[in-house]
């Protein structure tokens, strides 16, 4: 059965300002209030879906979404570099970083692979295939969304770096009945312009990370 899922990037943290791997943190409270003032209006869905983290339910709430959590949308699990910045753990562990920006099957931090992160979510996207609802809606993360991105264009995990995920973007992806394709990507949730093209990660880039 045809489908669509509408993927938008949560709003950003302290963690995206600085640079760190996200814990569970919060919305800041200068997010939120601009948040309250975009007057979004989503698209007609049969079913809108939340990550379990704090910082996409409280994205959801703050655009008059209301949303269910889902386990299977959670954040990428960065366990030990929770909290710390990728310059802090690049001055400490340059090989550690490299490894995890090269290879997609490591797990450096001891927690979830980039590859591991691919699977989970193409598994979800099959059941949101197969379960019959015709738009769903979900708040998620940017690790998340590139995941679904390759998953949908059959890209190998390599090509992770390759996709540029913002804060308040939206991802669209449709299900034919057989497969998912990309509608488009980066789209702003304040405006209709068109994404911006990617670029591959740099280390100072405050995106990477959450």
Same mark, same amino acid.
Request: aromatic share 4%; glycine share 2%; proline share 10%.
């Given at each position: 059965?045809?489908?669509?899922?509408?993927?938008?990037?949560?709003?950003?943290?302290?963690?995206?300002?600085?640079?760190?791997?996200? &814990?569970?943190?919060?919305?800041?409270?200068?997010?939120?209030?601009?948040?309250?003032?975009?007057?979004?209006?989503?698209?007609?869905?049969?079913?809108?879906?939340?990550?379990?983290?704090?910082?996409?339910?409280?994205?959801?709430?703050?655009?008059?979404?209301?949303?269910?959590?889902?386990?299977?949308?959670?954040?990428?699990?960065?366990?030990?570099?929770?909290?710390?910045?990728? &310059?802090?753990?690049?001055?400490?562990?340059?090989?550690?970083?490299?490894?995890?920006?090269?290879?997609?099957?490591?797990?450096?931090?001891?927690?979830?692979?980039?590859?591991?992160?691919?699977?989970?979510? &193409?598994?979800?996207?099959?059941?949101?295939?197969?379960?019959?609802?015709?738009?769903?809606?979900?708040?998620?993360?940017?690790?998340?969304?590139?995941?679904?991105?390759?998953?949908?264009?059959?890209?190998?995990?390599?090509?992770?770096?390759?996709?540029?995920?913002?804060?308040?973007?939206?991802?669209?992806?449709?299900?034919?009945?057989?497969?998912?394709?990309?509608?488009?990507? &980066?789209?702003?949730?304040?405006?209709?312009?068109?994404?911006?093209?990617?670029?591959?990660?740099?280390?100072?880039?405050?995106?990477?990370?959450?």
């Amino acid at each position: 059965m045809p489908a669509r899922l509408t993927l938008l990037s949560h709003a950003s943290t302290a963690a995206t300002r600085l640079s760190a791997f996200p &814990a569970d943190e919060p919305l800041e409270d200068s997010t939120l209030a601009n948040l309250t003032t975009l007057n979004w209006q989503p698209p007609r869905a049969h079913q809108i879906l939340t990550a379990p983290e704090l910082r996409t339910q409280q994205t959801a709430k703050a655009l008059n979404l209301a949303a269910t959590p889902t386990p299977e949308l959670r954040d990428l699990h960065y366990r030990n570099w929770q909290g710390r910045t990728l &310059a802090d753990l690049h001055a400490e562990d340059p090989q550690a970083i490299a490894q995890w920006l090269t290879d997609p099957t490591s797990s450096p931090h001891e927690g979830e692979s980039i590859a591991s992160l691919v699977t989970r979510i &193409a598994a979800w996207l099959d059941t949101v295939a197969t379960e019959g609802t015709l738009h769903t809606i979900a708040i998620t993360h940017p690790a998340v969304i590139r995941a679904a991105i390759l998953h949908s264009l059959n890209a190998p995990p390599q090509s992770f770096w390759r996709i540029d995920i913002a804060p308040l973007t939206l991802t669209d992806l449709r299900h034919n009945g057989r497969t998912w394709t990309l509608r488009a990507t &980066a789209i702003p949730l304040a405006s209709h312009d068109p994404p911006q093209p990617d670029h591959p990660p740099q280390t100072k880039n405050p995106r990477q990370t959450s």
